[in-house]
C-alpha cells in the first residue's frame, strides 16, 4: 500500500514539475486571390464552397472586366478562350450556355441565326418587320467589348468581319437581366446560369448557333497552379456547378 502511495505521489510530482502541455500554433492560412468577371459572378459561390472545405484556404475574391486583368495577380476567372499575347496556363472547370432572352410578354419562342444577324446588324426596328405579329419597337441591348461575352457573341453570329453593332450597353448579365425585364421589346444574351425564374424568358436557337455559344468556364494564371490552387481547381472540377 505505501509503495502504490509512494508511486501515485512521484507521479503527480513530475506531473507538476513537467508543466501544461504546449500545443503547435495552427498552420497559417494561405491566401488564394480569384478575379471574376462580370460574366462568371454566378460562379464565385462554387469556389468559395471549394475553398471553405480546406482550413487553410483563404479566399479573396474580386471582380473586374477581363481587359483590366492581370495575371500575375493569381487566379482568373472568365469565358471563352481568352487572345493574348503573354504565355499563360488556361484549366477548364465546366461550361456555360449562352441564350438569347426576350421579355416575358414577347411571344417570340424561337429564332434562326440568319433572323438574330438582321437584329443585331440594325435591319429590324419594329418586332412585326419579319419577324413575329408583335406591335413593339425592337430595343437590342449587349455589352462593352470589355466583357467576353461581346467577343463570344459576335464570333458565334459572325466567324469573321462582324458589323459595327448599334444597342444600347450594360455592364453585366444582372444588368442584361434587368434592361430586358423591364423593356417588353428588349433582346439580349446572357450566361445560363443568370436565368431566374420568369424575369426574363429565353429563346430557342439553331443548334450550329447553340454550339458556337457553349463556351468554356476557364481558369487562368501565368503558373501551373501548385499545392493549394490545385486543390481548390480539382474541388470545382470534381463538383461542376
Known amino acids: 500500500m505505501r509503495a502504490i502511495l509512494a508511486a501515485m505521489l512521484i507521479t503527480a510530482f513530475l506531473s507538476a514539475c513537467a508543466g501544461p502541455v504546449i500545443q503547435p500554433p495552427p498552420p497559417t492560412p494561405q491566401v488564394i486571390t480569384a478575379a471574376f468577371t462580370p460574366a462568371t459572378r454566378t460562379w464565385q459561390p462554387a ?9 487553410q484556404m ?74 413575329l405579329s408583335y406591335a413593339q419597337d425592337l430595343h437590342v441591348w449587349s455589352y462593352p467589348e470589355s466583357n467576353e461575352l461581346s467577343q463570344i457573341f459576335l464570333s458565334a453570329l459572325w466567324q469573321a468581319n462582324p458589323p459595327v453593332i448599334m444597342a444600347y450597353l450594360v455592364p453585366d448579365p444582372e444588368a442584361m437581366v434587368e434592361a430586358v425585364r423591364a423593356d417588353p421589346g428588349a433582346i439580349g444574351f446572357i450566361p445560363a446560369s443568370w436565368l431566374t425564374h420568369s424575369a426574363v424568358k429565353s429563346i430557342t436557337m439553331e443548334t450550329e448557333v447553340l454550339h458556337a455559344l457553349l463556351q468554356p468556364v476557364l481558369v487562368i494564371s501565368n503558373h501551373e497552379p501548385q499545392g493549394l490552387e490545385r486543390i481548390l481547381i480539382s474541388c470545382l472540377q470534381a463538383n461542376p456547378k
Open 58 to 131: 483563404r479566399l479573396l475574391r474580386e471582380e473586374k472586366p477581363w481587359t483590366h486583368m492581370a495575371l500575375e495577380d493569381g487566379l482568373s476567372v472568365r469565358l471563352g478562350s481568352p487572345t493574348m499575347e503573354t504565355p499563360y496556363f488556361a484549366v477548364q472547370i465546366g461550361e456555360e450556355q449562352i441564350v438569347v432572352i426576350v421579355n416575358p410578354e414577347n411571344p417570340l419562342e424561337q429564332l434562326s441565326a440568319e433572323v438574330l444577324r438582321a437584329i443585331y446588324s440594325g435591319q429590324y426596328t419594329t418586332w412585326n418587320e419579319g419577324v
Open 47 to 55: 469556389f468559395q464552397a471549394c475553398a471553405d472545405t480546406d482550413l
